[in-house]
């Protein structure tokens, strides 16, 4: 997988999964309850979007450049302890951990390339095809 689409299917995963969440939100939100009410500063926001994906592409470039092989799977915990972001970078993006397969078989398209982990316990995956899959608790 080259690097461009690699970063792009990051930007569609993220940002899929949160809007999934934000979807259900409001899909469940009391009828009373304007979206002003529904985007509290607690909320996701986006802001940390770009410097995640940039720091997924440093790490498989240190990796690489190092002559060691991916591992299979990346997490927001392995990017912290490698230096890569801060707890702060992922705190308001609304979602409690996330996993990046790094070596998703792109020709497969129902190989899951990112794996959210919400703040309510819902998983949400993205396969290479493209496609958002909210996944029972």
Known sequence: MNKATFSI?????IAGGLLVWLG????FAPSHQSIEALTLPDQP?????????????????DHSSRGQPLP???????????GYISTNDVRNIGV???TFYLTAN???PKAVLVRLRMLDG????????????????
């Open 24 to 27: 259900v939100r409001l899909l």
């Open 96 to 98: 409690a951990d996330a």
């Open 45 to 61: 926001t986006f802001n940390g979007l770009p410097k995640i994906v940039a720091a997924v592409k440093s790490y498989s470039r």
């Open 72 to 82: 299979a799977s990346l997490t927001f915990q392995d990017l912290i302890s490698g």
């Open 106 to 108: 792109i020709r497969d």
């Open 122 to 137: 819902s998983q949400i995956i993205a396969l290479t095809d493209g496609s958002v899959q909210k996944l029972p608790r």
């Open 9 to 13: 299917l990051i930007y569609v995963a």
